[in-house]
T-cell receptor, first 113, second 113 residues
Framework: SAVISQKPSRDICQRGTSLTIQCQVD?????MFWYRQQPGQSLTLIAT?????????ESGFVIDKFPISRPNLTFSTLTVSNMSPEDSSIYLC??????????FGPGTRLTVT | AQSVTQLGSHVSVSEGALVLLRCNYS??????LFWYVQYPNQGLQLLLK??????LVKGINGFEAEFKKSETSFHLTKPSAHMSDAAEYFC???????????FGTGTRLTIIP
């Protein structure tokens, strides 16, 4: 399966600031996804990022808060903007490799103080 | 919209005993179903998937799951629990033609020595 890395692995940020999370894949993939996992909760899809097009956001998530870039087939970034303590979560990227098989990065653990 | 329900947020079994984690789905069309495992401070790992082929699906680490349309279930089992199985397990669903995943709330599996 694809090897997926994320940077940073964890961070502690002050409210009102922004953090950009990077997701790097060791092979070219068409579809990438960004998920949020709030403390003790399940995963919620934030957006789908396809190379060459605007990201598609799920209900409850907006581009101004979570801008996404997808400059090529192996890389994507998610920015968490104007952070508040409610944004404290694990953020995970994922890719589709084989048919309907989705693989996840190790996650970025964000704490907002 | 499709959804999955995981019965039991916490399950404890003795080492060597049968593991049974329950997942029921709700979908208007035959879905694709998945089980993922998340070890502490790690990302998600795909255990197995059902994509309308054999109803009994074998995955990694000795786990298997059976798709039962009549019961709208996709329960995860392992004949003999090992200490290394202690983790969070997530059931997920996607519709044919839509690769976005909807996750259940997760089941934390504890293995008793």
């Amino acid at each position: 399966s694809a090897v997926i890395s994320q940077k940073p692995s964890r961070d502690i940020c002050q409210r009102g600031t922004s953090l950009t999370i990077q997701c790097q894949v060791d092979s070219q993939v068409t579809m990438m996804f960004w998920y949020r996992q709030q403390p003790g909760q399940s995963l919620t899809l934030i957006a789908t990022a396809n190379q060459g097009s605007e990201a598609t956001y799920e209900s409850g998530f907006v581009i101004d808060k979570f801008p996404i870039s997808r400059p090529n087939l192996t890389f994507s970034t998610l920015t968490v903007s104007n952070m508040s303590p409610e944004d404290s979560s694990i953020y995970l990227c994922s890719v589709i490799e084989r048919s309907y098989e989705q693989y996840f990065g190790p996650g970025t653990r964000l704490t907002v103080t | 919209a499709q959804s999955v329900t995981q019965l039991g947020s916490h399950v404890s079994v003795s080492e060597g005993a049968l593991v049974l984690l329950r997942c029921n789905y709700s979908s208007s069309v035959p879905p694709y179903l998945f089980w993922y495992v998340q070890y502490p401070n790690q990302g998600l790992q795909l255990l197995l998937k059902y994509t309308s082929a054999a109803t009994l699906v074998k995955g990694i680490n000795g786990f298997e799951a059976e798709f039962k349309k009549s019961e709208t279930s996709f329960h995860l089992t392992k004949p003999s629990a090992h200490m290394s199985d202690a983790a969070e397990y997530f059931c997920a669903v996607s519709d044919l033609g839509n690769e976005k995943l909807t996750f259940g709330t997760g089941t934390r599996l504890t293995i008793i020595p």
